[in-house]
């Protein structure tokens, strides 16, 4: 094994030392090829001393070797190591365009809401624009709606005091009619009647006697309107209120079957009423309804 290795390494040095192989064909030709092989046999105990130190340079270097593939080894550890985590990175940057991307969607469907939006403010405005012409319109039409309104009540003013020189007319013409004519109290209490149904809004309305039958009985109705339906009695003095607002009651009973439907206006007219009877017919009369109308107050329509 050595021999074979001296060999490789004497033919190199042939091949490579030009000295050496002058050196060594002296050698072969000359006499001087013993003395030259003393010299090899030196040269050769260099050249194991060299191997020597080549071998340990040689194991040195395995050494470092096996180190390197150590270290290699290790190197390629921590390159797997960086492509798993290139891998991974690799994902979660796969992971973060698909995010951005879903992004880019919800930002393209956000910009479309946000045009629609802007498209219904946009009508919204128009809208409003139109509403604000409507509300000027309606501003202008309440103007001349509260001038309307103005000239209606002038119209009124001038209405009452036309309906209040009218009632004083006709208080007067009633007046002297009865003095004229010596009319009794029923008679003024007709008059009177027609008198408040005319300031009621019933300026045709006929206060008149009306006989109905009744519960087997014949009921005279001393104050009767047809249009609008009007029941009285007529009493000079009162000495039982409930008896007088019985009569009046039965009577309004009467007209409300005969014409199928209430009375509209339920009267009793008495020319004189004292005490307690005063207080106990103003009681039943506010308790049922029915307008008390006492001479008193026909007198004072009467006076100038």
């Known amino acids: ?58 194991r040195l270097l395995r050494e470092g070797q096996n180190r390197f593939w150590e270290a290699q080894d290790k190197l390629w550890g921590e390159v797997k190591a960086l492509r798993e985590g290139q891998n991974k990175l690799w994902e979660e940057m796969r992971f973060l365009r698909e995010d951005q991307n879903k992004l ?13 939006l802007w498209e219904e403010v946009r009508f919204l405005r128009e809208g409003q624009n139109r509403l604000w012409d409507e509300v000027k319109a309606l501003r202008e039409g309440q103007n001349r709606l509260w001038e309307e309104v103005r000239f209606l009540r002038e119209g009124q003013n001038k209405l009452w005091d036309a309906q209040a020189r009218l009632r004083s007319y006709m208080m007067s013409g009633f007046r002297d009619l009865s003095r004229a004519l010596g009319v009794t109290f029923e008679e003024h209490a007709a008059s009177f009647l027609e008198v408040m149904l005319v300031e009621m809004g019933y300026p045709g309305a006929k206060v008149g006697k009306k006989h109905l039958v009744y519960g087997g009985d014949v009921l005279e109705v001393d104050l009767f309107c047809e249009e609008p339906l009007v029941v009285g009695e007529v009493t000079v003095s009162v000495e039982d209120a409930d008896a007088e607002v019985e009569k009046v009651l039965r009577r309004a009973k009467a007209v409300e079957e005969k014409y199928g439907r209430k009375p509209t206006l339920t009267v009793l007219c008495a020319a004189s009423c004292r005490g307690e009877a005063a207080e106990r017919l103003k009681e039943l009369c506010e308790k049922h309804s029915i307008r008390l109308i006492l001479g008193k107050e026909i007198a004072e329509a009467l006076i100038p």
């Open 1 to 58: 094994m050595l021999a074979e290795k001296l060999k490789r390494e004497f033919i190199e040095l042939l091949e490579k030392d030009v000295e050496f192989r002058y050196t060594v064909a002296g050698y072969i030709g000359l006499s001087e090829i013993l003395k030259r092989l003393d010299r090899l046999e030196e040269t050769q105990n260099k050249l194991w001393e060299g191997q020597q130190k080549l071998w340990e340079e040689v």
């Open 104 to 116: 880019w969607e919800e930002v393209r469907f956000l910009r479309e809401g946000q045009n629609k």
